[in-house]
């Protein structure tokens, strides 16, 4: 054991796996590796063999991420974007979940779903059902959409401003929260079969929703499910998202190139939580990591150098443009990005218009590389003590609570963590032996598994508006 670990604080590390319905989700050019059987997103066992190696492995959840549109900001189409195979072909996220749920007790799930092209109606029933088929173990990861691509296809021009997105989000969330919260009272279901009655009319509500974007008058379609709320997933680091993510978010997920930028992020959103009424502490943070290990460190860079064989750095710059909503295309690869303004995802930018950990601009050709395995997050490689030494240390200096863990491979790169990387956090007692029981929301936060009275939807509650 190095001196380094001998210093370390207790603070638990928490590991989520970064999933998507696709072909090398993060990594574009790595489906061409020998090893890689991203191809078989289209297959159940895939799903169903991850699930289950993931839940060996003691991770929190299954964070599937989702688009509904093509990367095609990248030289003005997506040609490059379908010949790489970036995210595109993608199907439906939601689908996978009760399969996996079927063949696991506690992983968690964090589906991607958008408020910009879905009415909540509709959505908040499917939730309720996989929230009942999965006995409390699915979240929601709330994203307000950023491809014009999508935009496009459902009808309009363009995708609204980005700081207009957040407020039909805003509004979506309450509709949600009414359904969820507001519409059954916790005893409604009283299955009386001597008088024939399954549900007491009197204790079922009527939400009453006529907002600026949803009109909403009736009930909600399903029963109250073991969360009621699913765990509500937040994915943006603007002052915007942010802020948005003080009142709703229960866990968050961020990227960072750099240990500076991420202690920053943290803090900030740290600092919104508590300036919203909440503990600072009230939402797990999850930052994007992608780690490359085996049992030496001799043998973790070779394999570093062999996946660099197959990626892609034209793929990466066709993600890095949609996800700044920047044409990348445009610039020479030597040239740092300077002061662009985004309609897309406002945190990527301003990252990498802060330095990079040498205190240099970052320049195109910097993106490629930093991008071409894992995407917005920074790669580690190392033998298993290394790259503990690594989370210990940027959990230790910046705050957060855990990885958003990419992978190079699939399913290689989560065997390898599973492997060697959670043993060797187990040892330093940092990481969990074993699940919290119950519900999604108690395993992460040990409070139950309702709204805490603190979050803006438990302000829908029944019983909170019954006590007012």
């Known amino acids: 054991m190095s001196w380094l670990t001998m210093v370390r604080m207790s603070k638990q590390i928490r590991f989520n796996a970064f999933d998507m319905n696709c072909v090398a989700h993060q990594s574009s050019g790595m489906w061409r590796h020998p090893l890689d059987q991203s191809a078989r997103y289209k297959e159940l066992g895939y799903w169903t063999e991850l699930a289950k190696l993931l839940e060996r492995g003691n991770f929190?959840?299954?964070?599937?991420?989702?688009?509904?549109?093509?990367?095609?900001?990248?030289?003005?189409?997506?040609?490059?974007?379908?010949?790489?195979?970036?995210?595109?072909?993608?199907?439906?996220?939601?689908?996978?979940?009760?399969?996996?749920?079927?063949?696991?007790d506690h992983l968690?799930?964090?589906?991607?779903?958008?408020?910009?092209?879905?009415?909540?109606y509709p959505f908040a029933r499917r939730m309720s059902t996989l929230d009942h088929l999965t006995n409390g173990r699915v979240g929601w990861n709330v994203v307000t959409g950023y491809l014009p691509s999508a935009a496009r296809n459902m009808g309009h021009d363009d995708q609204l401003e980005h700081d207009q997105r957040y407020d039909v989000a805003d509004e979506y969330l309450e509709v949600t929260y009414k359904l969820w919260e507001g519409s059954w009272e916790d005893d409604a279901v009283i299955r009386d079969r001597e008088s024939g009655v399954f549900t007491d009319p009197a204790k079922v509500?009527?939400?009453?929703?006529?907002?600026?974007?949803?009109?909403?008058?009736?009930?909600?379609?399903?029963?109250?499910?073991?969360?009621?709320?699913?765990?509500?997933?937040?994915?943006?680091?603007?002052?915007?998202?942010?802020?948005?993510?003080?009142?709703?978010?229960?866990?968050?997920?961020?990227?960072?190139?750099?240990?500076?930028?991420?202690?920053?992020?943290?803090?900030?959103?740290?600092?919104?939580?508590?300036?919203?009424?909440?503990?600072?502490?009230?939402?797990?943070?999850?930052?994007l990591l992608t780690i490359i290990t085996d049992e030496t460190s001799e043998k973790a860079h070779a394999k570093h150098e062999d996946y660099l064989q197959y990626a892609s750095d034209e793929g990466a710059l066709v993600f890095m443009s949609g996800w700044m909503g920047i044409d990348l295309s445009q610039f020479d690869l030597d040239e740092p990005i300077g002061n662009v303004k985004s309609n897309a995802i406002q945190s990527t930018v301003a990252n990498f218009q802060q330095?990079?950990?040498?205190?240099?601009?970052?320049?195109?050709?910097?993106?490629?590389?930093l991008g071409n395995i894992g995407?917005?997050?920074?790669?580690?490689?190392?033998?298993?003590?290394?790259?503990?030494?690594?989370?210990?240390?940027?959990?230790?200096?910046?705050?957060?609570?855990?990885?958003?863990?990419?992978?190079?491979?699939?399913?290689?790169?989560?065997?390898?963590?599973?492997?060697f990387i959670v043993p060797e956090l187990?040892?330093?007692?940092?990481?969990?032996?074993?699940?919290?029981?119950?519900?999604?929301?108690?395993?992460?936060?040990?409070?139950?598994?309702?709204?805490?009275?603190?979050?803006?939807?438990?302000?829908?509650?029944?019983?909170?508006?019954?006590?007012?």
């Not at 968690?108 to 909540?120: D, K, Q, S, W």
């Not at 330095?355 to 590389?369: F, L, Q, T």
């Open 426 to 468: 187990q040892r330093r007692g940092v990481y969990q032996t074993e699940y919290v029981p119950g519900t999604l929301r108690h395993k992460l936060h040990g409070r139950g598994d309702r709204l805490p009275d603190e979050h803006r939807g438990a302000g829908y509650s029944l019983r909170r508006t019954a006590k007012v």
């Open 60 to 104: 929190d959840g299954l964070f599937i991420a989702d688009v509904l549109g093509t990367y095609d900001v990248y030289g003005g189409s997506n040609e490059a974007a379908i010949r790489h195979g970036a995210q595109v072909p993608v199907n439906d996220p939601v689908l996978l979940v009760s399969a996996m749920a079927a063949v696991t």
């Open 355 to 369: 330095a990079n950990d040498d205190g240099k601009e970052w320049k195109v050709r910097d993106i490629a590389r």
């Open 375 to 419: 995407g917005l997050g920074p790669r580690v490689v190392g033998s298993p003590e290394e790259v503990a030494d690594f989370l210990q240390e940027w959990v230790e200096e910046t705050d957060v609570d855990g990885f958003n863990l990419a992978y190079a491979i699939t399913p290689g790169t989560f065997e390898d963590i599973v492997e």
């Open 205 to 287: 509500h009527e939400i009453g929703h006529h907002g600026e974007h949803f009109t909403v008058p009736g009930i909600h379609i399903s029963e109250p499910s073991p969360q009621r709320t699913p765990v509500i997933f937040q994915a943006g680091a603007s002052p915007r998202g942010i802020a948005f993510a003080a009142g709703n978010a229960e866990a968050i997920f961020v990227a960072a190139p750099t240990k500076t930028v991420l202690a920053g992020t943290v803090k900030r959103i740290r600092d919104a939580l508590e300036a919203a009424g909440r503990d600072r502490y009230s939402a797990k943070i999850y930052t």
């Open 108 to 120: 968690g799930f964090g589906v991607t779903a958008g408020t910009a092209y879905e009415h909540p």
